[in-house]
């Protein structure tokens, strides 16, 4: 099974990847997580990008593209993939089905996890990190019980850049403006699925599986 995840920042694309990736035993491909690991290791790479995205902007597409060609080059990927995070414009979009058709392979679903506006800048905005351990809170849905503290060390809790609310405005506007339109390029290919976030993550599991069986 060979699967594109689509949605807005905040959508909860990476949950429901992880939990598809286990069930169908294939590797879960996220850009953002490579890109990640090579700004925490100083990478030119990482370097490069660090700054644009901490801005809410897109990395540059030959950048990304070559990231993805050596991901699905390794073993793992021969019985299948998700690719959560890419391609994120129609030009993505196109250089990936050239990709691909050179690999003598093809996208068989692309399934776009569909979440308002409104609540993505309230889950994103609430989000609270601890910044020593990394573990992960929630003003309204996961709050600490030491208030500004982490339950689990104890260190101040801090809200990342890209939770800011301006900056989800600015991811939330590029995504709109580059990355929505790519519903309709996989809808005139007959691989689109749309999937209602669900607020019970269970409910929007289950209107995964279904979607990825249709």
Same mark, same amino acid.
């Given at each position: ?18 939990? &598809?990736?286990?069930? @169908?035993?294939? =590797?879960?491909?996220?850009?953002? $997580?490579?890109?990640?690991? $090579?700004?925490? $290791?100083?990478? =030119? ?14 990395? =540059?597409?030959?950048?990304? &593209?070559?990231? &993805?060609?050596?991901?699905? #080059? ?40 569909? &979440? ?24 309204? @849905? ?42 309709? @390029? @996989? ?6 699925? #749309? ?20």
């Amino acid at each position: 099974m060979r699967l594109i995840l689509l949605g807005a920042p905040g959508a909860g694309k990476g949950t429901q990847a992880d939990i &598809v990736a286990e069930k @169908y035993n294939i =590797p879960q491909i996220s850009t953002g $997580a490579i890109l990640r690991e $090579a700004m925490a $290791a100083k990478t =030119p790479l990482g370097i490069k990008v660090e700054e644009i995205i901490k801005a809410g902007s897109l990395v =540059p597409d030959e950048d990304v &593209v070559a990231i &993805v060609r050596e991901r699905l #080059l390794q073993p793992d990927c021969r019985n299948g993939f998700i690719l959560d995070g890419f391609p994120r414009t129609i030009p993505q979009a196109k250089a990936l089905d050239q990709m691909l058709s050179e690999m003598g392979i093809a996208i068989d679903k692309v399934v776009s996890i569909e &979440v308002g506006d409104e609540d993505i800048i309230c889950r994103l905005s609430g989000r609270r990190v601890c910044q020593k351990c990394g573990a992960t809170f929630h003003t309204a @849905y996961k709050p600490s019980q030491k208030g500004d503290a982490c339950d689990r060390c104890g260190d101040s809790l801090i809200v990342r850049k890209d939770d800011q609310e301006d900056v989800i405005r600015q991811r939330l506007e590029v995504y709109h403006q580059q990355t929505a339109p790519l519903k309709d @390029y @996989y809808a005139a290919q007959n691989k689109l699925r #749309l999937v209602m976030g669900q607020e019970d993550l269970a409910d929007t599991t289950a209107l995964m599986e279904k979607a990825l069986q249709d």
